[in-house]
Nanobody, 123 residues
């Protein structure tokens, strides 16, 4: 059982940056591909980005390329989401998720989830 805890969310003005962290209880986090999703009020949970087990491969949703970056530090059992040039439409609860397989964009296929961290971008 992998427990995931997100942190780093908050209130930021448009154009600002935040870095989200996802800390895992599992010492073998390196055996999981990791992903970030987000869910805005009244909307479905949507895929943001995923990173492979060794951190060498990443996939982003097209609309966020160039503004968001995903990375991981397996020695620290932590995954990061760097968000730059934030926009009000980025306001959502951000979740990290873990799965054995890389490249999955469907939330229902992920085995483990964190509780989420709120990101609010003011205009």
């Amino acid at each position: 059982q992998v427990q995931l805890v997100e942190s780093g969310g908050g209130l930021v003005q448009a154009g600002g940056s935040l870095r989200l962290s996802c800390a895992a209880s599992e010492r073998t986090l390196s055996t999981y591909s990791m992903a970030w999703f987000r869910q805005a009020p009244g909307k479905e949970r949507e895929f943001v980005a995923t990173v492979s087990r060794n951190g060498e491969s990443t996939i982003f949703t097209d609309s966020l390329k160039g503004r968001f970056a995903i990375s991981r530090d397996n020695a620290k059992n932590t995954v990061y989401l760097q968000m730059n040039n934030l926009k009000p439409e980025d306001t959502a609860v951000y979740f990290c998720a873990a799965d054995r397989w890389f490249g999955i964009r469907t939330p229902g296929q992920y085995d483990y989830w964190g509780q989420g961290t709120q990101v609010t971008v003011s205009s």
